[in-house]
């Protein structure tokens, strides 16, 4: 089946550990987006690609990074420079183009630091 | 992008039709709603969206008013399963930007035996 893999699932980081989550997806996508949600809050948008090797900073990419090498992969490394990392962390991906968009969500990763 | 407003909280009995609405005054003419939903600890997951049209597919319905300033999420029949956060979200197609849909507090569906 077609979808998103996000892993690990959940992850224990002690302060001032980097720490890079995964996001694979077999949709044939283009773009990818990765949200953060803390505990009773929306999401909200910390980086998101178009396409291959090209990336854009959404509404808090301090202290995270991302990479996109590959129109399948996503990763997102969390820095030691992100000051409050423990949240639940979420890789989308959707076609690109004219008209609506629909994402297409994976299960999540809970990173906790320690 | 337009602001949506939704109702923080809501119940439901099982076997009822819940009906969710969302308030998006400022919406503009060519700005989609859409309708997702994430159960505790999940991803969010896409239900319906719309552009003038009512649309209905096999989760929902979804009723927009003549003036586009609202809309309503209709699940004809809940379920315990139904019991989650709906977001009523409203976002251009085709953004250079990036079609980036913001997610707000949303409604909290209780569905009640």
């Known amino acids: 089946d077609g979808g998103i893999t996000q892993s690990p699932k959940y992850l224990f980081r002690k302060e001032g550990q980097n720490v890079t989550l995964s996001c694979e997806q077999n949709l044939n996508h283009d773009a990818m987006y990765w949200y953060r949600q803390d505990p009773g809050q929306g999401l909200r948008l910390i980086y998101y690609s178009q396409i291959v090797n090209d990336f854009q900073k959404g509404d808090i990419a301090e202290g995270y990074s991302v990479s996109r090498e590959k129109k399948e992969s996503f990763p997102l490394t969390v820095t030691s420079a992100q000051k409050n990392p423990t949240a639940f962390y979420l890789c989308?991906?959707?076609?690109w183009g004219r008209g609506a968009n629909v994402l297409t969500f994976g299960a999540g990763s809970r990173l906790t630091v320690l | 992008d337009a602001k949506t407003t939704q109702p923080p909280s809501m119940d439901c009995a099982e076997g009822r039709a819940a009906n969710l609405p969302c308030n998006h005054s400022t919406i503009s003419g060519n700005e989609y709603v859409y309708w997702y939903r994430q159960i505790h600890s999940q991803g969010p997951q896409y239900i319906i969206h719309?552009?003038?049209n009512n649309e209905t597919n096999e989760m929902a319905s979804l009723i927009i008013t003549e003036d586009r300033k609202s809309s309503t999420l209709i699940l004809p029949h809940a379920t315990l399963r139904d019991t989650a956060v709906y977001y009523c979200?409203?976002?251009?197609?085709?953004?250079?930007?990036?079609?980036?849909?913001?997610f707000g507090g949303g409604t909290r569906l209780m569905v009640k035996p």
């Open positions: 979200i409203v976002r251009v197609g085709n953004n250079n930007a990036g079609n980036m849909l913001t």
């Open positions: 989308a991906s959707s076609i």
């Open positions: 719309g552009l003038k």
